[in-house]
């Protein structure tokens, strides 16, 4: 006799498979704008981007577009790019740098500190209760950490610290905090798949061996040597402990060692450093080069996503074009990971549309040990499983049934 | 010797044929159409960080060991065609410049066409051996948000 899928998927414990139609149905996913993006702490640009007083970037956030500004008294402001006479973009750049923003439409002038300055003929709202303290920008509230720029549009959200807890906040601030990030690069692309199916890409090894490289430059001793520590609010840092001499070699690709100096610090040349920010910031470190994903969720099955390749500011020619090259092995858009991270999610994607009885992704691995009994922490899927806690407690909706209903009997 | 319409036109025909041999993925082919000391590069600028970024730099050889391995990667399976036009040459001698404008349209399995990448070839040439050579190809990308991401050169 036969068993359904349903009946086999119910042999797993509840928490260890999601309903794929989290990634495919699009009320759930305009209810992840209204619900996650726009409440939690949402990473923007890197503090060296507006260094000086009066640069400016516009990034995009649930879909609201933003200008983070430096203040000429040095301070960073989020606020909405949005004139607040009748909703025209403040500007139309990405970057620049200026002393105030006019509105091209009828010219309003913004102070960098959001007042409103000027209006164009204030004649003609005299009598009217007009006043211009009254029309300032509307201002996003914005933290930093580690030379990190976030933001966040909810006002009853706790402060970053709180949202990614000491203990990250330290672990952040002692490999990025002590030295001035610069982005090296920038790119960008729009994904056909779920925003979350780039985020589990980002956050779990065990899909490692899909890549050539990492074939050919990780033994299985460095894979079994990684492990995650989880936090509250669904963060994670991955971590690896191999001993020396079952590092990365990247000479098993052609490709030069990292182990030449100028490494972040704390981070040894030849073995990573990852963090996952809940709900898409990827922090990545090989030795050398950091790199940045944020994601703007455009639709179920379409995803922007930005990259960064971050060095050190003060670099000598020399060890910039290293980090450059060291970046674009590997992660830049032709790197030789990258295609096929891209590749494998925007397949997986398409064909979560099959129609079959495959209803629901699996993440079911737990700790094993290895024949020596030393645990092989690689071997858990505890971090996805964190995540799509987090992602469950956001949306008040359980990722196994999100429409509500009973998913195997048993389970 | 050949006067300069000839050696413009067999500049010319220098890059038609590396379009084609990039279209039909003759890779070793392609990488002989540079000297031993050549240099390929794309670059983009970012509007983004205000930075011409550089997306790959590889000596010839650096070249050759990349697009050997491309076969054992999991990649784009769509056919490409280039189309190169514009093509303006500066010869000094036994060495040239070129600027050209290309298209590089994919085609899918399935035969949906769309532009891929559009852009500039910036070139230094040489004549060796009788031949007019890639010195340097640098290629200059206007389109930056790619439909999707691949390691061939472009």
Redesign the interface.
């Known amino acids: 006799m036969t068993t359904s899928y349903q009946q086999r998927l119910a042999k797993l414990p509840y928490t260890h498979s999601v309903d794929n139609r989290i990634y495919t149905d699009p009320d759930i996913f305009a209810q992840e704008n209204k619900h996650i993006f726009e409440r939690v702490w949402n990473f923007v640009c890197l503090e060296s981007?507006v260094a000086s007083p009066g640069d400016f970037?516009v990034v995009s956030v649930a879909g609201h577009s933003l200008l983070i500004v430096h203040g000429e008294d040095g301070t960073l402001r989020a606020f909405y790019n949005i004139c607040t006479h009748r909703a025209a973009p403040l500007t139309r750049?990405?970057?620049g740098n200026c002393r105030a923003f006019q509105c091209f439409y009828h010219l309003w002038t913004f102070g960098l500190d959001g007042s409103l300055r000027g209006v164009t003929r204030p004649e003609g709202y005299e009598g009217t209760g007009f006043c211009k303290e009254d029309f300032g920008l509307v201002s996003v509230r914005l933290e930093t950490v580690g030379g990190l720029v976030f933001v966040c549009l909810s006002q009853d959200t706790q402060s970053l610290q709180a949202y990614l807890g000491q203990d990250l906040v330290e672990r952040i601030e002692n490999t990025l905090g002590q030295v001035e990030l610069e982005?090296?690069?920038?790119?960008?692309?729009?994904l056909k798949t779920n925003w979350k199916l780039w985020n589990d890409n980002n956050s779990e090894i065990y899909h490692s061996f899909?890549h050539?490289l990492i074939r050919k430059t990780a033994s299985e001793a460095f894979y079994t040597g990684t492990g995650h520590r989880l936090y509250p609010n669904g963060h994670a840092f991955t971590i690896n402990t191999t001993p020396s001499d079952a590092r990365i070699k990247y000479e098993g690709?052609?490709l030069e060692s990292r182990e030449g100096g100028h490494t972040f610090p704390g981070v040894h040349g030849n073995t990573g450093w990852l963090v996952n920010i809940f709900p898409d910031l990827l922090l990545l470190i090989r030795g050398t080069v950091l790199r940045i994903d944020r994601m703007v969720p455009l639709s179920p099955g379409r995803t922007l996503v930005?990259w960064?390749g971050v060095g050190l500011k003060g670099d000598t020619p020399e060890v910039r074009?290293m980090r450059?090259?060291h970046h674009?092995q590997i992660w830049?858009?032709?790197?030789?990971n990258?295609?096929?991270d891209?590749?494998?999610v925007e397949e997986q994607w398409r064909h979560m549309h099959s129609g079959t009885e495959l209803s629901h992704s699996i993440y079911a691995r737990e700790p094993q040990q290895s024949a020596d009994g030393q645990p092989i922490p690689a071997m858990d899927d505890e971090n996805m499983r964190a995540y799509y806690q987090t992602w469950g407690h956001w949306m008040d909706r359980s990722p196994q049934a999100p429409f509500g209903e009973a998913v195997g009997a048993g389970r | 010797m050949a006067n300069a319409l000839e050696e413009k036109e067999a500049i010319r025909d220098l890059l038609q044929t590396a379009a084609w041999l990039l279209d039909t993925e003759a890779f070793a082919d392609w990488v002989n159409l540079f000297v031993d000391e050549g240099n390929y590069q794309v670059r983009a600028y970012s509007t983004e960080i205000g930075v011409e970024m550089e997306w790959m730099n590889l000596t010839k050889d650096e070249l050759s060991g990349m697009l050997e391995q491309v076969i054992e990667h999991l990649r784009d399976l769509a056919q490409r065609l280039h189309l190169v036009s514009s093509i303006q040459i500066d010869i000094h001698d036994h060495q040239a410049h070129s600027l050209s404008s290309f298209a590089i349209f994919r085609t899918t399995p399935d035969g949906v066409s769309h532009c891929y990448a559009v852009g500039r070839y910036e070139d230094s040439l040489i004549k060796r051996n009788g031949a007019w050579r890639f010195l340097q190809r640098k290629v200059m990308l206007h389109t930056r948000v790619l439909e999707v991401a691949s390691h061939l050169p472009f």
Do not use: F, T, W
Not at chain 1, 332 to 336: L, N, T
């Open positions: 981007e970037r750049q990405e970057r982005a090296l690069h920038y790119h960008k692309a729009i899909l050539v690709y052609g930005e960064r074009a450059v090259r674009n830049g858009p032709m790197g030789r990258l295609p096929e891209i590749l494998a």
